[in-house]
Structure formats: structure tokens, C-alpha cells
């Protein structure tokens, strides 16, 4: 099943091309369900047959993923929040959660981005909570594509180097899903650590003036 499936990802993104690709991670960043290793991974596999380039392999599944979020991210800020300013006592949301989601954004918007584009099922999510809090566009769409690039290589690599073989794809993608999630897990120690040690500076600083 899994083989037949990534022979067929194999032809569709060999027949639609860069666009293909650039429309299958956009969907893949909004909320349906088009799994970005069963599109990138065959075109990484096509790049190292010759039939496609690796540059603009990586700069379509990029695009396409930035395009994505920033349906997610338009949608939550123009319907999403004046929905929930209006109604979401209904749902349970007071404009007090509404407030922390900004202000959590505010001070963590960027390190959230990053790291919840490398993260399977928050990945195609976190756009929403960044366009209620009304993230810096900016910002937003620096971090978010620096961690759909981050994926788009590892995925990419994956492709170059296990090609079509479904025994090795089955056996690595959950190595790497793994290992990615270490490296999400190292970024944001290392970030709670820097913010602990921000906090104890400037409390430093005031004792001292």
C-alpha cells in the first residue's frame, strides 16, 4: 500500500512539477491532510535521478508552506479574532486567554513559529494562534520560513538519499521525525535558559541602580 502510494506521489509531483509541489505544501499548511513527507520526500528522489533541481525543489516546498501559513494566518486574524472578540464566551475563550495569547506571542512569537513549523500536527497550526495575536507580518514570515526551509532540507535529504526505497523510508522517517523533535527540544532549552538568564540580568541591573 505504502509503495503504490509513493509511486503515485512519485508521478503526480513528477507531472505537476515545481508547482505541484509549491501547491501540495501550501495545502499541507493550512488544515488538510496532505502529509509533507509524502510530497517532498519523492521530489528530493526525482532531484537525485536529474529529473528535477534541488534549489527550486526547496524553494517551491518553501514558498508553498509560506503561502499556506499565511492563509491560516489572514483567516485567524480577519475572521478567527473578530470571531472570538464577539462570541468566544460561548466557546469559553474570554478576552482575558485573548490577551495572554498576545502577549505570549508578543515575547515568543518568533522561537513558537520556528520551532512549531518542525513539529508534526502543530506545524500546519501554529499560523493560527500567530494571526489571533496579530504577529508582526514581518517576523512572522521570517521565522516561518526559516523553519519550512529547516524541514524542506531535512525532507529533501531524505529523498537524495534513500531514493524510492520503501523498506529504508519506513524504517528512517521516524530516525529523523525523532530527531527533529530533539533538535525542537534543544532550541527551546536553550531559549528558556537565555530568557532565565535575560530576567536575571535585568533584575541585576535594577538592584543595582
Request: net charge positive; proline share 4%; aromatic share 12%.
Amino acid at each position: 500500500m505504502l509503495h503504490e502510494l509513493i509511486d503515485w506521489l512519485l508521478l503526480t509531483v513528477h507531472d505537476w512539477g515545481y508547482a505541484g509541489i509549491f501547491i501540495l505544501m501550501a495545502l499541507e499548511s493550512t488544515v488538510l491532510p496532505v502529509p509533507s513527507e509524502l510530497v517532498v520526500i519523492p521530489a528530493g528522489y526525482l532531484a537525485y535521478q536529474g529529473q528535477m533541481s534541488i534549489y527550486l525543489v526547496f524553494l517551491a516546498s518553501t514558498l508553498g508552506s509560506l503561502a499556506g501559513a499565511f492563509i491560516n494566518y489572514t483567516f485567524a486574524l480577519l475572521v478567527g479574532r473578530p470571531f472570538l472578540e464577539r462570541y468566544g464566551h460561548y466557546f469559553f475563550v474570554r478576552p482575558a486567554l485573548l490577551h495572554k495569547t498576545d502577549d505570549f506571542f508578543a515575547r515568543h512569537g518568533a522561537i513558537s513559529t520556528f520551532t512549531g513549523r518542525l513539529i508534526p500536527g502543530i506545524r500546519h497550526l501554529i499560523s493560527l494562534p500567530a494571526g489571533l495575536s496579530r504577529m508582526n507580518l514581518l517576523t512572522f514570515s521570517l521565522y516561518t520560513s526559516l523553519g519550512a526551509g529547516l524541514w524542506s532540507t531535512v525532507l529533501i535529504a531524505m529523498g537524495w538519499f534513500i531514493g524510492g526505497n520503501e523498506g529504508l523510508l519506513k524504517e528512517n522517517l521516524p530516525l529523523v521525525t525523532g530527531a527533529v523533535l530533539v533538535f525542537v527540544g534543544l532550541i527551546l532549552t536553550g531559549y528558556v535558559l537565555w530568557q532565565r538568564q535575560r530576567q536575571r540580568s535585568r533584575a541585576d541591573l535594577r538592584r543595582a541602580a
